[in-house]
């Protein structure tokens, strides 16, 4: 079992459970499966270190919404997606609240890699008006943005800019957006994994290689990631298993090194997740604004 | 076999040795091995309707350079692997010419499939220029150079869109850039094929569905091209052959479907290619320019 | 006088109004206001070779909405604004139709001539789906969208790349997006002229050598305009004119060829008028289609 | 007399020795003309607070470098204008240095903004591979490089991003490159500004509220400045003062603070000057590069 492949703490569980026996409980971890505005939702709460020890990911809670059916473009279904996603990123979101700093991570070049800068383009930056103009904009809450790029094209790793940042406008709490990778094709583009533990390293598309959380950035992380890429190692694992076969360990690790495996329309994906992903934060923090309201703010 | 997996001739061949006895002789084919400024080099010529039956490729002739060296990013490797490149594309032009038209075909807004419009923005554009300023721009070759988007986008086949063109400008013969899918590794984003026979349905990432060639254009179509995609039924085949696990037919077709396998940093590479095609290009088209000189008129 | 310095029939008549006597009366030209919508509506016909030697524009009708308000960004005065388009560019044409072909001019790379590529960004485009899914795509328009580029970076005239296409593509008719001209700040990205002449050389910020009219391309052509950019001349001239300072001709000429004048905030007007006019052709185009429902297909 | 008008510190020079009696000597500043490379070079010294008074800008060093040559796009003169920009650079910069940390400065979606950003995509990125590669890279300087986006996209001033930046990652120096205005239109685009003031508020296209310098960064700050946009006052005040006409104070107030004037063919200046610069700070930084060995660690 290598939970790196998998971003997502619901994989991670399934993973521990097909390699179980039926009598094993897995302690330190709390699951329950849910719907949201008739989306699937799925809850792992990780309570310990047993837990965390067990599925390879840090302790807190992790929510996963299946949001399969924006594939159809139904007229009602984005904006039920956009009110799922603000519903469950609300409850890990303090009741009254000052500035609040969103990030977007991930290379805007490499298409997979994009959806962080993606949402970053859909977000109402309200930071400069409240503080200026008080009299129009002082019921929104103060809103900063920003896209601090990938190590490779500023020699600084994202989490050093980021802490940067936090020093000087100081917020309450840190939204994180990035692109995930997952192990089940099924989930690619179409699934939001919402959790209070941040980014970790080796995460997704690029190489993330210091955590950006509670512990490293001094204050509440959330992170919003989208599985966009699944590891083609994994892929041929479970053919193999399906068919039975041993395969040695490392087989495939230099394919896993060196390949991005994603969908053909992988553009459209992008675009509609960071939308839905932007417009669901501002939802969240502009108290009540519609969505007719953001396409004004946005256009 | 399946040569649909692979847009190079080389490969077709390859795979058809692999699966046939000894004895037999490739009949319609034949190839070549060489080296070109240090680079290696395979010449295939498909010579009559057998041949093409058998490589799943159209009559004509394909050559493949392989320049894995550019890795390395020695000064000396990027001019080199320009001239090589210019030395073989010379050879499918003819001796004195007017009008070219340089089309770069793929979607710029999926990273793998934009080797095409990646190129297009090195071309040394000048019809307009010639035409007007002959004083000054009268001893250079007109070349006029297109992007024409996909059909998700525009609506309309990239197919059309050159047509309509080429009976306006009248060009006399087109080189077309695209993105090409291989059945190595190895060779992704580091390999160019340059063919007489312009573009295939069904090739690289995208979709194109009608073939650009003499015979839909109407006149001489030059393709280059670069791998910048596998097809994961290919590595699980691969690797499944190397195991001896007989696989059922079809049995991949979902994920070739549907999945794009590319390198990670697929965008230096697409960046990488995009200046040595169209520096190469230009190298031809612009009889003695330097490398020094087209930086002057791009930068 | 110099109407070169006004893309808009409207002002080219204030112009004609201002150096005349009052008892002089404009033959050949029928002007009247009128409210769309709650937006002040402009509506200048030229009828004859007369009104179009005073007016320095060709024959036809033009309309001029000022869509000031939606520099308020109150929630329902976009909508309201896209309505108004559409229901002017309705009149303009015809009850059934087949193919349309909408094509967006300029230079995405200087903000002040990008209004049309972003128009571009915001069509609905359908006609390959409408012919290869007819079940489920049958009732909506075969909508082709492009951006031809400009002359400097492809070589090809606008003109010639359309008329290419057109021939393939046989649409009953085109609409073509571009940035104009005007004489009045106060215009400025905050109005629409709608016209069945097409486009007329020397217009907006670049440099359109051929007419793209009905006479040019064999079809109806209507354009959709938005003026950008101000002629630097006319603002020193009005200047001069108010100060009672008579100037010699041509004094200015050189820096009307050298400059652009435009708002500073002119990436925010360029969004949201590309935003305006392709909603208002997908509302006209596609009918009945809501503002929610384009969200959806664009996202 | 409005030195607000200009960012350049030649032309506040020359603007007081206009306004002044010929007797009048311009006390706290120090003024040389010379050649560099064969281009006029002229330099500034504002040697204290009555220079700085009466030019209404910094005390310190300002070299303006005069480039109109490189419109020719001779082969010989880009190669001339990197190594002359990087000569007067390198006066400013101390013998021996250890990280050094890039800025470019504007909006890039605003063209003559954008020229900050446009040297950012030029800059060697080494900080990472020094640190982790030292047997490769460990002769290259670390140098960072951020493009910190305009405070209406991000919420936070630019100024703010970048102290936080420094904080972290402690060069021991930065180079910030940003757009200015001038006065003369012979100088847009083909003059470069190099100076140890750092960036001043109220510079250039965007509105930058607070000073980056040495005394708000706590480190030196080098600043190159290309001058995009000339102020609309600016040219009707010239053009009023030639034919004798006494204009009152702030008729052009609202003007300037609308409009942006700037070349036509402005795109293909920031993409020139955006290269000359990146490369003459390569040059200095990374001792001894060559332009062939830019290009390819940057293709």
Not at 8 to 30: C, M, N, P
Not at 223 to 230: D, F, I, M, Q, R
Request: hydrophobic share 40%; proline share 5%.
């Amino acid at each position: 079992m290598n939970n790196a492949r998998t971003d997502l703490a619901q994989e991670a569980r399934e993973v521990w459970q097909e390699s179980s026996s039926d009598t094993t409980k897995l302690r330190g971890v709390i699951a329950r499966d849910d719907t949201v505005n008739g989306f699937p939702v799925s809850r792992v709460k990780i309570t310990d270190e047993e837990g965390a020890a067990a599925l390879g990911k840090p302790v807190g809670s992790y929510t996963t919404l299946e949001l399969r059916e924006i594939s159809r473009r139904d007229i009602e279904t984005f904006p039920r997606a956009i009110s799922a996603v603000a519903d469950e990123l609300s409850k890990l979101i303090p009741e009254s609240f000052g500035t609040v700093l969103v990030v977007g991570l991930g290379n805007e070049h490499i298409t997979p890699d994009a959806v962080g800068t993606s949402a970053i383009s859909n977000i109402i930056v309200t930071r400069h008006l409240v503080h200026r103009l008080p009299d129009v904009f002082g019921r929104m809450r103060p809103v900063a943005a920003v896209a601090p790029g990938v190590l490779g094209m500023t020699g600084i790793e994202s989490g050093e800019i980021i802490r940067g940042i936090i020093r000087h406008i100081k917020p309450d709490f840190i939204i994180v957006i990035d692109a995930l990778s997952s192990m089940r094709l099924e989930r690619l583009c179409r699934t939001v994994q919402i959790t209070d533990t941040g980014i970790t390293p080796g995460s997704g598309v690029g190489n993330a290689r210091v955590a950006i959380n509670r512990e490293t950035m001094g204050l509440p992380v959330i992170a919003l990631g989208v599985p966009t890429v699944v590891d083609i190692a994994t892929i041929i694992e479970n053919f193999a298993e399906d068919v039975k076969l041993p395969l040695p360990d490392g087989a495939l690790s230099e394919y896993s090194e060196r390949l991005l495996v994603t969908p053909k329309d992988i553009d459209v994906h992008i675009s509609d997740m960071g939308r839905i992903l932007g417009y669901a934060i501002n939802k969240v923090l502009q108290n009540g604004i519609t969505i007719e309201e953001m396409d004004e703010f946005l256009s």
